[in-house]
């Protein structure tokens, strides 16, 4: 690894951030909680509208940029350099981690007592409504904040071929701001600092997890010791993955971890109670689709239910701490794409796959609940949620079969999220990525060490692992807004590059293979916005 490319300031004050948060929530516990709690209930008071209006304005804009002659502008001018349910994989196990797996069993349960759109609490219609908010929060909208920040770091990386593959490498070349200005070295360390932030919650929900569902597998109990064995075989299997590279680690992973969880599910499906899964679901995807529009910009200043706040703004802000490592992740394994293609196969092909997901695991176990073999709405509420998909699976025949599976698929999930995080965290801090490079996998292999120890340190330090959620999640205000000028600068791009191109030329460009570059007229590296 040349040391001469690598970003030594901004890994040494990023670690010196993190590690300082890490400090400040053991020292000082109850503070930062309550400091965390202030920021983030102010923040989606005064911000929460307009998070809303930017996810449903970029889910409408991604579908209007795919269906025009923009569509059609190829990222690259080489060949796709994976197969299409690879890419796809490769592309879910990075932008679903292992939360999914969690979520996907107990979520809906939470909407029964505090439903959404202003329905009665406890009623049919909350059930009804449970599945169908469940999809909505995983479908659609998370998956054009990943694809909107990916097609536009693909077009500054693959087309324009700017240098760096990083928030800062595309806000300079879109404003002319200095490469090492303050505003770039601000941009790259909050990004730095959400990854840790909400990865290391998604360990620290998970790894307990499946430490209890292996744990019962085997009829032992659960232990500190185990989560650390488990955090550690996990450690092993992305850094191994990060050093053989993407094209051989984690595109294997997450090929085998999409295929056990088809297994999965349609194990489930089969096992399950089959007629009131596919019922549920099939009712689900209808009312979903029925009350997207009112779900996706449903504020309640009558009703102050708090359940925008809470849940929808929540999410929104939660997947827009993921954005920028997914988005840069999307845009390195998508080169020779074209645009429509990255809209529908993320967009798309992610949804429908959360929706069949949710809309299996998630009746399967309403299921449970209504025939009162499993109370999973009590177990919740005496916060034993783990102890709820235990049982669940349980009562399924063939139930260990079906935890082993659950608890491959989600180290499987864990394993390929922490590689691609590890693999954006070692792009931005490389000086002047070039189109045709990657990161050194020694460079990775240091950001996997990372993202293992920190989370491992918090867990041994009982810091509040809720806490630094809050924060990271704060700290999604200002990505909001680097969004916004992303957005405002990647169609100044498109419009400055492909405007006076017909729609019947790129047709022919498209079909016959020609490349899709810059201008050669222009010369400029960026264009500023």
């Known amino acids: 690894m040349n040391s001469s490319r690598l970003d030594k300031l ?53 579908f209007g940029v795919a269906f ?26 990075c932008g679903l981690g292992s939360a999914t797996c969690y979520w996907a069993f107990v979520e809906w349960a939470y909407y029964i007592g505090t439903p959404g759109l202003g329905i009665e609490p406890g009623s049919k219609m909350a059930y009804e409504m449970s599945v169908p908010y469940t999809m909505f929060h995983w479908g659609f909208s998370a998956w054009a904040l990943y694809a909107f920040l990916g097609i536009a770091m693909a077009y500054h990386f693959h087309v324009r071929k700017n240098k760096g593959l990083s928030m800062s490498g595309i806000i300079t070349s879109m404003t002319g701001l200095a490469e090492n200005g303050i505003v770039s070295r601000i941009a790259d360390i909050l990004f730095i600092f959400i990854c840790f932030g909400g990865l290391s919650i998604t360990l620290g929900v998970s790894i307990p997890l499946v430490t209890e569902v292996f744990c019962s597998v085997l009829g032992i109990s659960p232990t500190f010791a185990m ?24 595109a294997n992973i997450s090929n085998w971890n999409i295929r056990i969880v088809i297994l999965f599910t349609i194990g489930i499906v089969l096992f399950g109670p089959t007629h009131f899964i596919i019922a549920n679901t099939v009712q689900s995807i209808g009312l979903m689709f029925q009350n997207y529009i009112h779900m996706s910009l449903f504020t309640d200043p009558v009703g102050k239910s708090g359940f925008p706040e809470a849940w929808t703004i929540f999410y929104w802000l939660y997947w827009i701490t993921y954005v920028p490592f997914t988005g840069i992740f999307i845009a390195k394994v998508s080169k020779g794409r074209t645009i429509r293609s990255v809209v529908f196969n ?21 299921q449970r609940k209504i025939a009162e073999v499993v109370d999973v709405t009590g177990l919740l509420g005496a916060g034993q949620a783990n102890t709820a998909i235990i049982e669940v699976l349980r009562s399924i025949p063939g139930g260990s079969i079906f935890m082993v599976l659950f608890c491959v698929s989600t180290l499987l999930f864990l394993a390929t999220t922490l590689d691609g995080a590890a693999f954006t965290m070692a792009s931005t801090t490389t000086l002047n990525l070039r189109n045709d490079q990657e990161p050194s996998p020694f ?28 924060c990271a999640i704060t700290t999604a205000i200002p990505i909001v807004f680097v969004m916004i000028v992303i957005f405002i600068g990647m169609f100044h791009w498109m419009a400055k590059d492909w405007g006076r191109v017909s729609r019947h030329r790129m047709e022919d460009m498209l079909i016959n293979g020609e490349k899709f570059e810059k201008p050669q007229d222009d010369t400029t590296a960026g264009g500023a916005v």
């Open 443 to 470: 460079l990775r292999l240091f950001w996997c060490v990372m993202l293992s120890l920190v989370p491992l340190t918090m867990i041994l330090i009982k810091a509040n692992l809720n806490t630094i959620k809050t």
């Open 10 to 62: 901004l890994i040494g004050i990023s670690l010196v951030v993190v590690l300082g948060v890490v400090g400040f929530l053991y020292a000082m516990p109850t503070q930062s909680e309550a400091a965390a709690n202030w920021l983030f209930t102010a923040f989606t008071d005064w911000f929460g509208a307009l998070v809303l209006v930017i996810t449903f304005g970029i889910v409408l804009l991604l």
């Open 227 to 250: 989560n650390i064995v488990i955090i550690l075989a996990i450690s092993v299997v992305y850094s191994l993955s990060s050093v053989i590279g993407l094209q051989k680690g984690m």
């Open 346 to 366: 993320t967009v798309i092909s992610g949804s429908l796959g959360c929706f069949v997901y949710f809309g299996v695991l998630g009746s399967a176990t309403m």
């Open 68 to 93: 025009s002659k923009y569509g059609m502008v190829r990222l690259g001018d080489s060949k796709p350099e994976y197969s299409t349910f690879r890419w796809i994989a490769m592309m879910a196990s």
